[in-house]
């Protein structure tokens, strides 16, 4: 049986032809943008964090058994860990209004037609929930998801609006309570990206006053790595809440069962394309979040899959650790009623 995740059903909502490429062929690109390397290294950072719920004077050892798998450049590296220490001072122990009870919480469960109950005989629904906590307070259980983003997150803005409608959050709402954690939505913790590191101002662009000195906002050598991370210290110390927003997101049962249903149709249609052996390509997924698309040449035919930065993965679904999926997917095929897709 195959595997979805949140990941690939958006990639196959984003286009089907890029859908193909990385979960049909399973290959990628072996360069991979800063945003995805930083979003990595701060995940990697936060799972240590909600494991001990501290960092205090190991933020060093912290930061650096959870880079270690995922090295960063040294502007990285500085962005990571200034935003680790500001994390853990808004939301350590001294704030603690929350239990861990999992991290990286993974799940299997069968695809499931919420109209009939029916069982997928081709989909398994597969993901990894960054942690599941308790509220101290009441006891409630939640989902926990954390997201890093370069966007406006102050309440209202549009960040928080999408959220209203994430498919990951009813995934994992879902896949949650499937798994026993009978959760009352998700504790959704978004960390602004710090702004980028000075660097010198290229020779020809360089304009110079008449004391020989250069304008305001140049500079004849990039910022050190030190000076960089105490700056970014220090901005998010005058402003933490620009930085961390955290926000609780609930899903109605029916909203739930909506978006299943959704999942299921989108099974189908993925089925449908594989049967067809057609799979049809979405210009305007060409240039989302301003870079071109890593399968841009592929499509325009310009390139083949045997090129050097072409590379065919070991794993399709990299962020899954795929403990005991086999024994789940043989076990689900067990289940009662099994149907398509």
């Known amino acids: 049986m195959e595997i979805l995740t ?36 701060i995940h990697e950072c ?11 004077a190991n933020i060093r050892d912290l930061y650096t ?33 929350f239990v861990t009870i999992a991290t990286e919480k993974e ?29 101290v307070s009441d006891g409630a259980l939640f989902i926990v998801e954390h997201k890093s983003s370069s966007s406006d997150i102050s309440p209202g803005s549009e960040y928080w609006q999408r959220l209203t409608l994430d498919e990951q959050v009813s ?24 702004p980028k590191r000075n660097l010198a101002t290229p020779i020809g662009k360089r304009k110079y006053k008449k004391d020989g000195y250069l304008y305001a906002k140049q500079r004849a050598e990039d910022e050190s790595i030190d000076d960089y991370t105490l700056r970014i210290l220090n ?20 909203e739930i069962e909506e978006f299943m249903y959704s999942v299921w149709l989108q099974a189908k249609m ?23 698309c890593q399968f841009f040449d592929l499509c325009c035919n310009t390139a083949s899959v045997d090129d050097a930065r072409f590379y065919k993965k070991d794993k399709i679904h990299g962020e899954l650790e795929g403990e005991n999926t086999n024994a789940i997917i043989k076990e689900s095929k067990k289940l009662d009623v099994i149907c398509a897709p």
Request: aromatic share 12%.
């Open 171 to 194: 995934i994992y709402i879902y896949a949650a309570r499937q798994i026993g954690y009978d959760v009352q939505g998700c504790v959704y913790d978004v960390l602004m990206k710090p």
């Open 270 to 292: 993925m089925t449908a394309y594989r049967h067809e052996n057609t799979h049809p390509k979405d210009s305007g997924a060409c240039y989302m979040y301003h870079r071109q």
């Open 107 to 135: 799940f299997c469960i069968p695809l499931r037609n919420p109209k009939s109950n029916g069982q997928s005989r081709t989909y398994m629904l597969s993901g990894k929930i960054d942690a599941i906590a308790q509220r």
């Open 235 to 254: 901005l998010i110390k005058d402003d933490p809440s620009k930085y961390y927003r955290r926000g609780i997101v609930s899903r109605l049962d029916s």
């Open 46 to 56: 936060l799972e240590i964090w909600w494991q001990t719920h501290k960092v205090g």
């Open 6 to 41: 949140n990941t690939r059903l958006k990639e196959f909502r984003r286009c089907p032809q890029r859908h193909f490429f990385l979960y049909e062929l399973g290959i990628d690109t072996v360069s991979r943008a800063d945003a995805l390397i930083l979003g990595i290294g």
């Open 65 to 97: 058994t959870a880079a270690v798998a995922h090295p960063l450049s040294p502007e990285l590296a500085a962005q990571c860990e200034a935003m680790i220490v500001g994390y853990d001072a808004r939301y350590g122990p001294s704030s603690d209004f």
